[in-house]
């Protein structure tokens, strides 16, 4: 009789308390469905839950263009072309960031095989080269070239990547790397390491994590954290990697851009001056996928991280940010009405490729006004104008190839 009561007792505490977690579960946390729209998208727990879901209000930066160039910071939206920052801006309902960057002009992206693919461009960019699609850091004859992070680093300069991709994933690695095909990406995690790339963050834990490559990362004496929460630890001085994701970051993976920006230029700020680049990554997945919607969320994460890199540039002068893309990807049109509503997926004519449209260069900072005077420039010309200003600064140095 009392292990009846007893057991009626605990059928009826059982149910009570999974009511109270069915309950609880559907009134404080969004459903988890893979379908769902990316609506769904949920910023860094770094920052404020204001910033959920807005777009950043721009303003007019004030940025110190008489000062010799001690850093720049290189901002590239993967596949951003002109016509999905119009789109932005129609769904942001106020300027992009890039908007209140005071010079700009056009840029022809081709590479050596037709239109580009993110490794021929990165090269164009990084080495002043037209190469093959694939290349990364070489010519079409396979004769390496030095990079931009080469360059700095022959200088003295202290140098950083932060990408939402995986950390060897073309873009970065067309910054510092030499390969005559773009996914040896355990050879350009190598390549990144050896020329001792001072803070490098991003996804690709899949190529950080393997044995041989710790030891490697041991040997060159970084600090390497794989956590948003780890951030914190990292000391200004010492080199460090972060790879938050084991493959790329969905944009609702720790931490966000910004916040990788941000711990970036904290670590990399110094009197030896520095080269950033920062990649979002996702903008051309996403149009590949001819996905409006997640386009949109990382062009707002894009916008985000352009505008604190531009307040940033405020507080430090000698800085020269300039934001610019591969390439265009999707055919993006612009839709006649205007109207949010209408920047959607019916806004892509290319099938997901990627096309030969121009995109824009924008430039702020340190001596911005005395870079280009063309309507439009090739994108192996990105990279003579940032020679041209870091020889300026820190004088011509024999050529480096650190790999
Ligand atoms: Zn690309």
Same mark, same amino acid.
């Given at each position: 009789m009392n292990k009846k009561i007893l057991s009626l007792v605990l059928a009826i505490l059982l149910c009570i308390s999974l009511f109270a977690c069915t309950g609880n579960t559907e009134s404080t946390e969004p459903t988890t469905d893979s379908t769902a729209p990316s609506a769904e998208y949920v910023e $860094? &727990? *770094?920052?404020?839950? &204001? #910033?959920?879901l807005e777009w950043v209000q721009c303003k007019e930066y004030k940025l110190d263009e008489d000062v010799p160039v001690k850093n720049i910071i290189l901002m590239i939206g993967d596949g951003m072309g002109e016509n999905i920052i119009k789109n932005a801006e129609i769904v942001k309902g106020s300027p992009y $960031? *890039? &908007? %209140?960057?005071?010079y700009s002009c056009y840029v022809g992206t081709d590479s050596l095989s037709g239109t580009t693919d993110s490794a021929a461009a990165s090269t164009a960019i990084s080495c002043g080269v037209k190469t093959l699609n694939k290349y990364i850091g070489m010519d079409a004859e396979e004769t390496p070239v030095e990079t931009i992070i080469e360059f700095a680093k022959a200088r003295d300069m202290k140098a950083g990547l932060v990408a939402t991709h995986i950390i060897p994933h073309a873009t970065p690695a067309g910054m510092v790397a030499h390969v005559n %095909?773009? #996914?040896l990406f355990n050879n350009i995690t190598k390549q990144m390491i050896k020329a001792e790339v001072d803070v490098m963050f991003g996804g690709g834990r899949e190529y950080t994590d393997t044995e041989k490559m710790q030891a490697r990362i041991k040997s060159g004496d970084y600090s390497y954290i794989e956590r948003a929460e780890e951030l914190s630890t990292l000391e200004k001085g010492k080199k460090a990697i972060g790879a938050f994701a084991y493959f790329d970051m969905t944009s609702n993976v720790n931490p966000s851009l910004t916040t990788m920006t941000q711990k970036a230029l904290e670590l990399l700020e110094g009197d030896e001056g520095f080269f950033l680049m920062v990649e979002a990554s996702h903008i051309d997945i996403f149009e590949a996928q001819e996905d409006m919607d997640s386009t949109m969320i990382e062009m707002q994460a894009f916008d985000k991280c352009i505008d604190y890199t531009l307040r940033w540039a405020e507080e430090h002068p000698g800085t020269l940010v300039l934001v610019t893309a591969d390439h265009e990807t999707g055919g993006v049109i612009v839709p006649e009405s205007g109207l949010p509503e209408d920047v959607n997926n019916d806004c892509f004519t290319s099938e997901g490729e990627h096309t030969s449209a121009d995109v824009k260069l924008f430039a702020a900072g340190a001596q911005a006004g005395n870079l280009f005077t063309e309507y439009k420039i090739e994108n192996t010309d990105i990279a003579l104008i940032m020679r041209k200003a870091l020889n300026d600064t820190y004088g011509e140095k024999p050529v480096t190839l650190l790999n």
């Open positions: $860094a &727990s *770094t920052e404020a839950q &204001s #910033d959920v $960031a *890039t &908007s %209140y960057m005071p %095909y773009r #996914d």
